[in-house]
């Protein structure tokens, strides 16, 4: 080792290295010395100046806030899936490079780990309390939609949730003006009340991302249509998503989806008969495709009670028709259910042919695109709210139940391990 290589080793500018010579560094964390091919080719690219002079500043050594480093980034926004370190600074992304030599203030390791843009779940009940989304944070997700826990009458409750959340969630307003009942929300037709939901949401415009509308017979019973035409009704002054819930209607879905225009969701989308969005012989019905080609978007919503079945999974799966987004249906109560976590839902369509990636694309980039308030998330682009969902892809043997106590073994399944929001790690509690 020639004392000039040594003396340059010691005064190298680390903001030099990462923009320069890092990337054809093949080994993470050898970054204490430069090679000799390396110092060549700084001097020779008239770099050797800078390298050789004093050392970095304080705030060059700490220029970024967080490194998560080693991890598998898959982010399918840009179609990245590689090893990679990602930088965040001031609650941004700033950087995601094969190795990043500078220095943070924190560091996560996450060699063997998946990281992926924060989950974003869209059909869960989270406001119904106020300890809803700091749980949620746990499991990775970073962003929610309370899917219509509240009605006109009492939707200040789940405002004032939304309003407190960590994390970015908005609230739909359930056009049963006193929420969800027992007895059924719009069982009486008069509480599916359009003055009252459209004065909620002139009100808090900013809060209320939509209209949701629950058509099961248990809880519309014969109003399933008219409920739905009251909740456009609603949304159309204010040109905002209506998300149905859907499966064993009264009136047929062609009746229903008819109703349905660009950006409005079909969640509960693997919901069994009567009125699936397939027949019996294993087609999806064309109104279903219709619905689709003009931009309505298919959720999961794994839930409890009458949302999931495995024989209509597979036989929908083995159709192409795929979800736009998973969703929890989420609520306290999860981790005692067949939900479990965001990630474990989003691991039972492993064995019907959906890739990890093809997951993760369907709880990050995808739904990000169904709310406008996600719009800039659900990616890890440089310049992106830093959100960051770090997961472990087990592999083992897993079951995975759904809504009728049947399960199914899967051999690999996604856990929770850590998560950032706004470029913070989220303590475990
Ligand atoms: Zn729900």
Redesign the pocket.
Known sequence: MSPRRRSCTVTRSPVLVSARYEKDRAVPGERSTLTRREFLSAAGAGAAMFACAPGPTAAQAARYDLIIRGGRVIDPSVRLDAVRDVAIAAGRIAAVEPTIAAQAAETIDARGKLVVPGLIDI?T?AARSAEGPPLMLQEGVTGWID??SQGADHIADTIAVARSSPSPGRVLINIGRAGILPDGDTMDLKRADVAAARDAIAKNRDFIAGVKARLSRDVAGPNDFEVLRRAQEVASAFNVPVMI?MGQTISPIPRLFDLLKRGDVV?HMFAPPPNSIIDDSGHILPAVLAARRRGVWFDV?N?QNGHLRWDTVEAIMKTGFWPDSFST?WNTNSRQTGVVDFPNCMSKLFGYGMTVNEAIARATVNPSRIFPLFNDRGTLNVGAPADVAILELREGTFEFVDNYKNTITGRQRLFPSATVLAGKRIART
């Open positions: 059909h009940h899917a219509g819930h969640t919503a839930g249906d």
